[in-house]
């Protein structure tokens, strides 16, 4: 494997569903990304993890919950969702989310949640 | 705050040049971005250009950088049929590992 993967790829949950997106990067990248992608708005940055620390959360709602437990993999656990949470939710990593140089973000190709 | 604008949708003939054209509101930017995304996938980084550069070539890619204007533009020579996507810019401050993204610009290739 290679670039950053997300699984499951399709996810239809109801509001009372508990379940978990995970990304995995294979870039030795340092700096993990959770986006939420939805119809005719700008992608929206939810979390970031540098180094496995959370180092933004970008208002979002408790229902969304991350977890990164090592810089390669990152966790979006779901619990109680709205539809209005139906959604493409890009993964994406970084060198090291620092922001100097480049620090190009690499996306994964997302999991489209649906929730009834 | 940053705050990037797109056009939403443009039709090209095959082996036409193309153009899309973002503009964003921070003048701090350094780094600009263009991605693509094809449908029922993520974003693919295409090409980066530096804020103190005016043009940068990639092959059948050329981005254009106007910062006074604040303006940013890709274009795309010899359009294909599998450069039909969705293309996003999307800009970032130097120490700031926020990306602003636009809404995207949809390019539909005609054979």
């Known amino acids: 494997e290679t670039g950053v993967t997300q699984t499951p790829r399709h996810l239809v949950m109801g509001m009372t569903n508990k379940k978990s997106l995970k990304c995995e990067q294979h870039?030795?990248?340092?700096?993990m990304y959770w986006y939420k992608q939805s119809a005719k708005k700008p992608l929206e940055l939810m979390f970031v993890y540098n180094f496995k620390e959370q180092t933004e959360n970008n208002s979002v709602p408790s229902r969304f919950s991350p977890e990164c437990p090592n810089s390669s993999h990152l966790f979006l656990h779901l619990h109680t969702l709205q539809p209005e949470d139906s959604a493409l939710y890009l993964c994406?990593?970084?060198?090291?989310?620092?922001?100097?140089?480049?620090?190009?973000?690499?996306f994964g190709p997302g999991t489209r949640l649906t929730v009834l | 705050g940053e705050d990037v604008e797109q056009s939403l949708f443009l039709s090209v003939r095959e082996g036409d040049s193309s153009v899309i054209n973002c503009t964003y509101t921070d003048s701090s930017s350094t780094y600009l971005y263009w991605y693509k995304q094809e449908p029922g996938a993520g974003l693919q980084l295409l090409t980066y250009i530096f804020s103190n550069m005016d043009m940068k070539q990639d092959q059948r890619l050329t981005v254009l950088l106007n910062k006074k204007d604040k303006h940013l533009s890709l274009r795309i020579a010899d359009t294909q049929t599998g450069d039909s996507a969705i293309y996003f810019c999307?800009?970032?401050?130097?120490?700031?590992?926020?990306?602003?993204f636009g809404k995207g610009n949809q390019v539909v290739v005609i054979p």
């Open positions: 870039l030795g990248h340092n700096a």
């Open positions: 994406a990593s970084s060198q090291d989310g620092s922001g100097s140089g480049t620090d190009t973000q690499y």
């Open positions: 999307a800009e970032r401050g130097y120490g700031n590992n926020r990306l602003a």
